[in-house]
Structure formats: structure tokens, C-alpha cells
DNA sequence: AACCAGACTTGGAAGAATGTTC
DNA sequence: GAACATTCTTCCAAGTCTGGTT
């Protein structure tokens, strides 16, 4: 299967450009029809048009599904959603139909067919560009805003809570402290088929380790499996709310056993409306973009501002635990970064040591030795194969060195140039 | 109040496209 | 102009959250 999937791999590498390109454009064109919706009279782009084709699931961590035939779907799976003047859009396979067609405009979807592994919804929506998408997505930021009219208030009630004699109070105001400070997800009850992950309503006592001073130890596996991995110093109150919850329960104990998502988020939705626990998710990730950004010089220029903000930006993913695994070939690319530089402080050594020389001898050239790397030596009958080995053989091949003399003028203009890298 | 289905957002991986370098 | 690096796009699993049902 491996090789089969390698020969149509390289099958493609193997067309020119141009012709790629012109594939590319006909493709654009024969699939141009499911790629945009009228909507209330104006044209939208779609997003995943395309049903996601069968395949072995591969989910993420230590999934217990993992691996299982996620089936083909077809026509007779799905179910449309258009407008009830609409003409029915043309079924794409011979011989096939949809499953259902209907009219619901109280959502936003347009097709919707169930995952043959978990049972759930799917669906084809609009894309992010949308009027749908981008409205609720700047709905999103408002309601973020909004509550930094809230947070003082919600702050000082929930500091008041971690003292109440009423458990679930206490529950309920430490953790969400824990969502405010930390950016943490709330956290879901999730079921025996998906991996187990946890966000802050189903942490687990053995997810924390209590040090002194006030220092709490989060590690626990967060969504998509990432390690959550963070030794925060927590405010007082907070860390002795949390040990007396911990105290007397197993390490495989929910911390927060009387409080769900549920009843959090319908206590928020008392301080604010439409409040939810993920707001605090923008507002902290936004406001500390914003405080941090506030920091920067005013007299840099956009290469260095670019520099800046994702430098910043950078901090709020580490406040959110965004994380992504180094590329596969991340290790053989520094490699290849070191040996360059090293290759390249060898070469300024030798040419400040002409310049030097030049400058007491008084003459205008010097002999120089550089270690270059061979050039292949391709021929016009080479095949494919045969470029690509002579070009290995090239790039594996050892330095050769090359003496020549050298100008002044051209030592000073290397020199330059080394400089600039 | 526990449970579940449904709808929608989030976010990382992989692949495609594009840019850069030798 | 190939090879390599970087950026953009697509894909889809995995979350959040609401509202209905038992």
C-alpha cells in the first residue's frame, strides 16, 4: 500500500509545471458549482464541500478507536439544507440520491451526514469569509470586550467564594479562578471512546502536586492529548481551597466533584449575559496580546515590528498551551544550519587573515584557500535517477579545497558579505 | 439532574503552493 | 531550474455549549 501510495507520489512530482497548473485550474473549474452557496441573495464561498472520504481513523493520543474503517459515505447519507423555493442541487453519482433533503433556516449548515466511528454530526458549512462566520466571529470578540466591564466584579466574587462553607461554592469559585488565571478549557465529561483528556471541571487529583510555597503542578493531558505541563505560583486563598479539595480523595478523584460545565457556565450566564466559561479564553489570550504589544518601541521598522509582535504573539500561546511538535525534518535541517555557519566562520577567518596579511606585507593581493563543496556533474542523457545520485554523491562528497589569489578589494567585498549573512 | 443530540468553534497535522538559494 | 525552506490551505478530530428528553 506504502509503495503504491510512493509511485503516485512521485507520479505527480514528475509534471511540469505548467501542466500542474493548468490541472489545477480545470480542477477549479469542474468543482466550481459546489464551492459556492447563494445566501439570502448573495454568493458565499463553502467550506468543506467535499465529503471526507473513507478511511482508517486515526485519532490523536491514545485514542481507543483509533485505527477502525471510517466508511464511505454516500449520497443516501446525506441530508441537504436549502432554501424550500430551491431547486434540489443535481446528485454528482449516477444512480444515486440524497438521503433527505429540508428546509431548517434556524442553522447554518448545508448537508449534514453522520461519522460512521463516533455516531456524530458532520457537516458542510460556510467558509470562514462568510457573513455567518465572520459575524459570530466578531460576536465573539464583542462578548470579550463585554466582560472586561465584568471581570472586577467576577474576580472579587470569586476570591470571596473560595472561603464559603458551601462546597460547591468553593468548587465552583476555584476553579473558576483556575479558567481565569490559567486560560484553562473547562473541561467536558468525556465518554469510555474518546481519549482520555481533561480540561478544569474534570481534573483529577492526580493531575496536581501541592509545593510551598502556595506553588501548585499542573500536568494532565488537555484537549487533542497535549500535555498541559505549568508550576504556577497561585494566589492564597486559592492554593488552600484547592488542597482541602484534593485532601481525602484518591489521586483518580475528580477535584471538582459536585461541579459540572453545565452548572458553571449557568452561574457565569447570572454575571453576565451570554457568559461562558470560554470568553475567559479570548479575553486573557487578547488582553495580554494587546498589554504586551503596548510594550513595544515606536521607532522600529516593520521588520523588527514583525519580529516583535510574533515574539509576543508567541506569549499567548504559551498562556493558551498551544503547541506544535517540530517538524519531522527539524533535527536534519538545524544540522545542515550548523555545518553552513561553522563552513561560513571558517571562510571570514581566512579572508580576515589575507586582509591582515596584505595590510602588513603592503600588497594589494593574497593567497587564500577555501573548502568549497564539489558541484554534481550533471550530463544532458543523465536519467532522472542517475541526476539525483550524482547530485547525492555531490552534497555527500567531501570539501575540496581551492587555492587562488585575491584582490584587496575582493577579500574586503567577501569579507562584506559574510558579514551581510 | 443526568443524559444526550445537535450545532458550532477550535486548533494541530499534512499537503500544496510559493519563495529562496545555490 | 532543482532542492530546499517557508507559508498558505485543507482536512477533520476534538473541543464548547445549548436545549430537549427521560
Given at each position: 500500500?506504502?509503495?503504491?501510495?510512493?509511485?503516485?507520489?512521485?507520479?505527480?512530482?514528475?509534471?511540469?509545471?505548467?501542466?500542474?497548473?493548468?490541472?489545477?485550474?480545470?480542477?477549479?473549474?469542474?468543482?466550481?458549482?459546489?464551492?459556492?452557496?447563494?445566501?439570502?441573495?448573495?454568493?458565499?464561498?463553502?467550506?468543506?464541500?467535499?465529503?471526507?472520504?473513507?478511511?482508517?481513523?486515526?485519532?490523536?493520543?491514545?485514542?481507543?478507536?483509533?485505527?477502525?474503517?471510517?466508511?464511505?459515505?454516500?449520497?443516501?447519507?446525506?441530508?441537504?439544507?436549502?432554501?424550500?423555493?430551491?431547486?434540489?442541487?443535481?446528485?454528482?453519482?449516477?444512480?444515486?440520491?440524497?438521503?433527505?433533503?429540508?428546509?431548517?433556516?434556524?442553522?447554518?449548515?448545508?448537508?449534514?451526514?453522520?461519522?460512521?466511528?463516533?455516531?456524530?454530526?458532520?457537516?458542510?458549512?460556510?467558509?470562514?469569509?462568510?457573513?455567518?462566520?465572520?459575524?459570530?466571529?466578531?460576536?465573539?470578540?464583542?462578548?470579550?470586550?463585554?466582560?472586561?466591564?465584568?471581570?472586577?466584579?467576577?474576580?472579587?466574587?470569586?476570591?470571596?467564594?473560595?472561603?464559603?462553607?458551601?462546597?460547591?461554592?468553593?468548587?465552583?469559585?476555584?476553579?473558576?479562578?483556575?479558567?481565569?488565571?490559567?486560560?484553562?478549557?473547562?473541561?467536558?465529561?468525556?465518554?469510555?471512546?474518546?481519549?482520555?483528556t481533561v480540561?478544569?471541571?474534570?481534573l483529577?487529583?492526580?493531575h496536581?502536586?501541592?509545593?510551598?510555597?502556595?506553588?501548585?503542578?499542573f500536568n494532565f493531558l488537555g484537549?487533542?492529548?497535549?500535555r498541559y505541563?505549568?508550576?504556577?505560583?497561585?494566589?492564597?486563598?486559592?492554593?488552600?481551597?484547592?488542597?482541602?479539595?484534593?485532601?481525602?480523595?484518591?489521586?483518580?478523584?475528580?477535584?471538582?466533584?459536585?461541579?459540572?460545565?453545565?452548572?458553571?457556565?449557568?452561574?457565569?450566564?447570572?454575571?453576565?449575559?451570554?457568559?461562558?466559561?470560554?470568553?475567559?479564553?479570548?479575553?486573557?489570550?487578547?488582553?495580554?496580546?494587546?498589554?504586551?504589544?503596548?510594550?513595544?518601541?515606536?521607532?522600529?521598522?516593520?521588520?523588527?515590528?514583525?519580529?516583535?509582535?510574533?515574539?509576543?504573539?508567541?506569549?499567548?500561546?504559551?498562556?493558551?498551551?498551544?503547541?506544535?511538535?517540530?517538524?519531522?525534518?527539524?533535527?536534519?535541517?538545524?544540522?545542515?544550519?550548523?555545518?553552513?555557519?561553522?563552513?561560513?566562520?571558517?571562510?571570514?577567518?581566512?579572508?580576515?587573515?589575507?586582509?591582515?596579511?596584505?595590510?602588513?606585507?603592503?600588497?594589494?593581493?593574497?593567497?587564500?584557500?577555501?573548502?568549497?563543496?564539489?558541484?554534481?556533474?550533471?550530463?544532458?542523457?543523465?536519467?532522472?535517477?542517475?541526476?539525483?545520485?550524482?547530485?547525492?554523491?555531490?552534497?555527500?562528497?567531501?570539501?575540496?579545497?581551492?587555492?587562488?589569489?585575491?584582490?584587496?578589494?575582493?577579500?574586503?567585498?567577501?569579507?562584506?558579505?559574510?558579514?551581510?549573512?
Open positions: 500500500m506504502q509503495e503504491h501510495l510512493e509511485s503516485k507520489k512521485a507520479e505527480k512530482k514528475a509534471i511540469p509545471a505548467a501542466e500542474r497548473k493548468k490541472i489545477r485550474e480545470e480542477e477549479a473549474e469542474r468543482v466550481k458549482k459546489y464551492t459556492v452557496a447563494t445566501v439570502d441573495g448573495k454568493e458565499e464561498r463553502v467550506g468543506n464541500f467535499r465529503i471526507e472520504p473513507p478511511a482508517l481513523f486515526l485519532g490523536r493520543g491514545e485514542h481507543p478507536l483509533m485505527g477502525k474503517v471510517k466508511k464511505r459515505i454516500w449520497p443516501e447519507d446525506i441530508t441537504i439544507n436549502i432554501g424550500p423555493k430551491d431547486p434540489v442541487p443535481e446528485c454528482p453519482i449516477p444512480g444515486h440520491k440524497w438521503g433527505k433533503v429540508m428546509h431548517n433556516k434556524a442553522v447554518t449548515w448545508l448537508a449534514f451526514w453522520r461519522d460512521t466511528i463516533t455516531n456524530g454530526s458532520k457537516y458542510v458549512w460556510l467558509a470562514a469569509d462568510s457573513k455567518f462566520k465572520t459575524v459570530s466571529d466578531a460576536a465573539k470578540f464583542e462578548k470579550a470586550r463585554k466582560l472586561h466591564k465584568y471581570i472586577e466584579k467576577i474576580r472579587k466574587d470569586y476570591r470571596r467564594g473560595w472561603k464559603s462553607e458551601d462546597e460547591l461554592v468553593r468548587q465552583r469559585s476555584v476553579a473558576l479562578y483556575l479558567i481565569d488565571r490559567l486560560a484553562l478549557r473547562v473541561g467536558n465529561e468525556k465518554g469510555e471512546d474518546e481519549a482520555d480540561g478544569c471541571c474534570s483529577r487529583v492526580e496536581l502536586t501541592f509545593n510551598d510555597p502556595d506553588v501548585v503542578e484537549k487533542d492529548s497535549i505541563e505549568n508550576s504556577v505560583k497561585v494566589e492564597r486563598g486559592a492554593y488552600l481551597g484547592l488542597k482541602k479539595l484534593a485532601q481525602k480523595k484518591k489521586s483518580s478523584d475528580d477535584i471538582f466533584s459536585r461541579l459540572t460545565t453545565s452548572s458553571l457556565n449557568e452561574y457565569l450566564r447570572s454575571l453576565m449575559e451570554g457568559l461562558t466559561a470560554k470568553v475567559f479564553r479570548t479575553y486573557n489570550a487578547s488582553l495580554t496580546l494587546d498589554r504586551l504589544l503596548r510594550q513595544g518601541g515606536q521607532q522600529q521598522n516593520v521588520n523588527e515590528q514583525l519580529v516583535f509582535y510574533n515574539k509576543q504573539n508567541k506569549e499567548v500561546a504559551i498562556l493558551c498551551n498551544h503547541q506544535r511538535s517540530l517538524p519531522k525534518k527539524h533535527d536534519e535541517q538545524m544540522g545542515k544550519l550548523s555545518v553552513k555557519y561553522e563552513e561560513t566562520i571558517e571562510w571570514l577567518r581566512e579572508l580576515e587573515r589575507a586582509a591582515k596579511e596584505m595590510k602588513a606585507s603592503r600588497k594589494d593581493s593574497a593567497d587564500v584557500t577555501q573548502w568549497v563543496r564539489p558541484k554534481p556533474d550533471l550530463k544532458p542523457n543523465m536519467t532522472e535517477e542517475q541526476r539525483a545520485a550524482e547530485r547525492r554523491r555531490a552534497s555527500e562528497a567531501p570539501l575540496e579545497k581551492v587555492a587562488k589569489r585575491m584582490k584587496v578589494d575582493s577579500v574586503h567585498l567577501a569579507i562584506a558579505r559574510v558579514h551581510d549573512r
